[in-house]
Each structure stands twice: as C-alpha cells, then as structure tokens.
C-alpha cells in the first residue's frame, strides 16, 4: 500500500510539473498582432461612473477606436453602458450585454467584489471579460491595469526629493469609497510611506476625482489639519485641493497633480508668479482602448497574459508647457493606443521586458 501511495505521489508530482510549464508556457503571448478574423464580434464597455472629466474622455476614447475598428472590419459592433456607480445596476447591466451576443465586454467596475458573479456568469456563457484600471477578483477576467504601487511610489519619491526626510504632515485625497482602483492605490500609499518614516498621515477624504468634490472635502478637513506640507492625489482632485488651500488661506503644499488640464495650467501660473513646482502623473483615460485591444486581440486568437500592465504618464516641470499645449481646456492629458502599440504592450507583459513608452498625444 505504501508503494502505490507513493507510485500516486510521483504520479500527482509530475501532473502538477507538467501544468506548470504548461501555464508558464500559455503566459507567453505570441509577437506581433493576431490576425484572427473577429469582424463578426461584438465589444462592449460597462462603466462604473461617468461623473467627472476624465471618465467623459475615457468614454469617448472608448467610443473612437470601436468606431474605427468596426470602420475597419474588425468588429461587427459596440456600445458603452454606465451605471451611475452603483454596482447592482453594474451587474445587471453586464448581464444584459451578455444577452445581446457581446462576445466581449471591457469592464471598469465600481467594485472589486462585487461584480463576480456577474463577471463569472459571462465567462461561462464563452463571453471574455477584460476589467481595467479598477480590477476585479473574479479569476476568468483578464486585467489591464497600472502598478498602483508605483504610482504612490512616485508621488512620495518625488516629494522626498523636494522635501528630504524632515518630518513632513501629508493629506490624501482618495478616489471613490470602495472603488477597486482606489483600494489598491491607497494600499500603494501605505507601502510607500512606511520608506519615509519621518512622514505623518495627518487626513484622508474622498475626492471623487472630482475638483468640486475636492475642493468641498479638503475645505472640511483642513480647519482640523496642522500646517500640510504636501497632498498625494488620485488624479481631477488637485486643482479643487488647490482652491481648498486658497480658500482658507494656506500656503499652498506639493501638490501632486493628475495630468487634468485645470491642474497644469494652475501648476504653471504658480509657477510663474512665485517659482512653485510640482509633479504630474496619471493614467490616461484611453487606457479603454488599451483594454478594447485586449479583447480584440484575444477574440482573435492571440495569446495574453491574465495581467497586462500599462504604463503611467508623467510630466515634470521642464515638459509641463509642452504637454499643457495639447490639452483642450477642460480636458485630461490623453494618448491614442493603436492595436500595433497595444499587441507590444501585451509582448512586453508576456516577455516580462520594459513596457513601450506612451506616444504624444496628436
């Protein structure tokens, strides 16, 4: 009995073995775009919220790669769906779209929980699940998303580099309570504080990447707030935390700012009026037509790793003019995603070599 127990053993070892290189084999994504005819596939997107700027234009940037696409004979159709962050709707939604014959529905979901049943439901009906820049924990979808830990990393680096490591008073302005992107970024923020031990959390609110809603929240907070020395942001929420400060006649902080065009032109009148500096970086809002390529390409055969990681946009001072220049007013700094660049995002995730660099917006 213990030899066949252990025959049984070497056998499940070597099953288990064989898997493995199996899945790491499947990881790697052929070079190049999938040629795969998907000119009868349908892509849809379920969005969470639509209340701020750079959810309108991740919208559009959504809507223009589809409309082409399907200009081009790559998909038969599309449609975007938003359900006012509320996650129930967001799952009813995501149902219905698997009723109508979407053979694929990108995903920004209000919740990282909360949506997979649903999320699970469509890949079991053969539908792909692509959830980007908000993850969701349901293991059939695909995710295509920053490193939130390098994001907060960024910010905290570079107000190291303009403050050192003297004890400094921080505000955090979050995005929306329980929104998966979030979670995952403020998780980011505790990592990269405990680096700067000499640096204290002295608020948190919920900005909604929204400078209103900023605006609003910081103005609460600050009258139970000692002197700020800087405000790590989540993106739309820096020129409101500016016009807090403003308000209530504070010096203005660091104040890491979200790529929006609102924040950048401020940035550069303060930095004409009285040399302040800062930094900006963000994710694009057609970091949607990353996520639609995913699918496309997937439809098409191509093989893609479960995480695809997208690069952040950074500006710094001596580039601010030249971005500001290609942001309408209103508007967020953006870039189109080709589905060439986007089947070398995918290379570069599957190869594990450096992603390629965002293009300059046209």
């Given at each position: ?325 290609t942001v309408p007013e209103g508007g967020v700094v953006n870039a189109d995603y080709s589905q060439e660049l986007v089947a070398k995002i995918i290379d570069a995730n599957a190869g594990k070599t450096p992603l390629p660099a965002i293009p300059a917006p046209n």
């Open positions: 009995m213990r030899h066949l127990a252990f025959a049984k053993t070497l056998l499940l070892g070597s099953a288990l073995c064989a898997s493995a290189v199996v899945a790491g084999t499947s990881a790697r994504a052929d070079e190049g775009v999938a040629k795969g005819d998907t000119s009868g596939k349908k892509i849809a997107f379920s969005n969470s919220y639509a209340g701020n700027s750079f959810r309108q234009v991740m919208i559009k940037s959504f809507e223009k790669i589809a409309a082409e696409a399907q200009k081009d004979g790559e998909i038969a159709g599309s449609t975007v769906v938003s359900s006012n962050n509320s996650v129930t709707e967001q799952a009813a939604q995501i149902q219905n779209l698997v009723l109508q014959g979407y053979d694929a529905i990108t995903v920004l979901a209000g919740s990282d929980t909360a949506l997979n049943g649903a999320i699970k439901d469509a890949c079991e009906a053969g539908v792909v699940v692509v959830a980007f820049a908000s993850g969701v924990t349901e293991p059939c979808a695909y995710v295509v998303d920053y490193n939130l830990d390098s994001y907060a990393k960024a910010e905290l680096d570079f107000i190291a580099g303009k403050l050192g490591d003297k004890p400094a008073n921080i505000l955090e302005i979050r995005g929306m309570a329980g929104d998966g992107f979030d979670k995952r970024l403020h998780e980011g923020v505790e990592k990269a504080m405990a680096d700067h031990p000499n640096y204290k959390s002295v608020g948190e609110v919920y900005g909604q990447w929204t400078a209103t809603v900023a605006q609003k929240e910081v103005s609460g907070i600050l009258p139970s707030l000692p002197d700020v020395d800087a405000v790590l942001t989540q993106g739309g929420d820096g020129y409101g935390a500016a016009q807090a400060f403003k308000a209530a006649g504070r010096d203005l902080p660091i104040i890491v700012m979200g790529n929006r065009q609102d924040e950048l032109e401020l940035w550069k009148q303060q930095h004409e009026a009285s040399g302040y500096e800062t930094f900006s970086l963000g994710a694009t809002p057609s970091v949607s037509q990353v996520a639609f390529w995913v699918a496309q390409q997937i439809l098409a055969g191509k093989d893609v790793p479960k995480f695809v990681e997208v690069p952040l946009l950074q500006i710094h001072q001596d580039d601010l003019d030249a971005w500001l220049e």
